[in-house]
Nanobody, 123 residues
């Protein structure tokens, strides 16, 4: 059974850091691309980052470049999103999603999603 489980969210002050985890089961994570999305109330869902299945290259949205890093631990079948210098506007539910490749547009083909983990950035 294919499953993605996010964890690591919580409450953090502006300027702080969190590391989110996306633990995969039922498939080998290294063979697929994993994207991080986020959604906050009243806003469109945004793709935050993606790590590709082919060469492991990473993609980032402009609003997180220089602050967030995506990486995988193949031994643990887990993808991480290291979030530094967090801002209040980063507050959202963060989801990971599975695909064959990192899609350039918002309309990519994702066949599995996690349940999400809440990130709140507030003083």
């Amino acid at each position: 059974q294919v499953q993605l489980v996010e964890s690591g969210g919580g409450l953090v002050q502006p300027g702080g850091s969190l590391r989110l985890s996306c633990a995969a089961s039922g498939f080998t994570l290294d063979y697929y691309a994993i994207s991080w999305f986020r959604q906050s109330p009243g806003k469109e869902r945004e793709r935050v980052s993606c790590i590709d299945s082919s060469d492991g290259s990473a993609e980032y949205a402009d609003f997180v470049k220089g602050r967030f890093t995506i990486f995988r631990d193949n031994a643990k079948n887990t993808v991480y999103l290291q979030m530094n210098s967090l801002k209040p506007e980063d507050t959202a539910v963060y989801y990971c999603a599975k695909s064959l490749i990192c899609w350039s547009g918002a309309g990519g083909d994702y066949d599995s999603w996690g349940q999400g983990t809440q990130v709140i950035v507030s003083s």
